[in-house]
């Protein structure tokens, strides 16, 4: 059966998904995700990502007490999330120290140079490195008022992130997640194709023109095909909210908050507040 025939089967109405799974086969493109940087970047500058990120940022302000004094954000990327959230406080925020925890140089590297300009007097420090190099590194003095981590944990394969995030309990009072509520499917099952191309639907719908075009050849159909392909080595872990809740009680932290925080193409995006 072709995919275009099990798209069909899944879900009557996909237009936007059926006409660019097409234009992708016709082209030969590359199904690697990631592959064009502009695509990825029209992506996560537009369409629903924009509300997101600014429910996102606005969540982590309100973390940025006068008692917090240094902060761990682990993930940073290139500070999407991080920098607008600094300049959203209500109040002049009291950050002595940030310390900045990337594995990707590329975005740890554009986050280095947001800093300068979006928070001059704050001193820097900046790890180019996986959060189990980073916490099996930890001293006994190391801490932190606050960590956070926004979309980045689900990309970290467990146990490793489960047994980091064991280690940082020792090292933070409180720690901040935003991961998104995903449906609990099977993966490949007819629920699951059929769930991931009504989402896929929605994200293409977001987006008009060349842009769309650039978004879903560039970026959304490889991650869909990827996806789809049973073949395909999994780069994201991601659960449903209750699980993240779970977790994390039984790693010791206690967990303060849970909620959601804004409707996404992919899944509505939540928030968990866990102190140590």
Not at 48 to 65: C, I, K, M, Q
Not at 84 to 91: C, E, R, Y
Request: proline share 7%; glycine share 6%.
């Amino acid at each position: 059966m072709t995919l275009i025939r099990t798209l069909r089967r899944a879900a009557v109405d996909l237009p936007l998904l059926t006409a660019a799974v097409r234009q992708h086969a016709a082209h030969a493109r590359d199904t690697s995700v990631y592959t064009s940087p502009a695509a990825f970047e029209a992506f996560i500058r537009g369409g629903g990502n924009v509300p997101l990120y600014e429910r996102v940022s606005g969540e982590l302000a309100n973390h940025y007490t006068p008692d917090v004094h240094s902060l761990l954000d682990i993930g940073c990327g290139d500070g999407h999330a991080l920098f607008p959230a600094l300049a959203a406080t209500a109040h002049p925020h009291a950050l002595e120290r940030l310390t900045l925890v990337e594995p990707a140089s590329a975005l740890l590297a554009s986050a280095l140079t947001r800093a300068p300009a979006e928070q001059p007097t704050l001193p820097v420090q900046a790890l180019n490195e996986t959060l189990g190099t980073f916490t099996a590194k930890l001293q006994p003095d190391d801490r932190w008022d606050l960590a956070q981590a926004t979309f980045a944990l689900q990309a970290i394969p467990e146990p490793e992130r489960w047994d980091g995030l064991a280690r940082l309990r020792a090292h933070v009072k409180r720690l901040v997640i935003v991961e998104f509520d995903i449906p609990d499917l099977q993966r490949g099952s007819d629920a699951y194709v059929a769930s991931l191309a009504q989402r896929y639907e929605r994200a293409l719908g977001e987006y008009g023109g060349a842009t769309r075009e650039l978004v879903a050849q560039g970026f959304l159909i490889p991650m869909f095909l990827g996806q789809l392909d049973a073949q395909t080595a999994a780069t994201n872990w991601e659960h449903p909210m209750p699980i993240w809740r779970d977790k994390l009680e039984a790693l010791g932290w206690r967990v303060t908050r849970l909620a959601h925080l804004s409707d996404y193409f992919w899944a509505p995006a939540f928030v968990l507040v866990a102190e140590a």
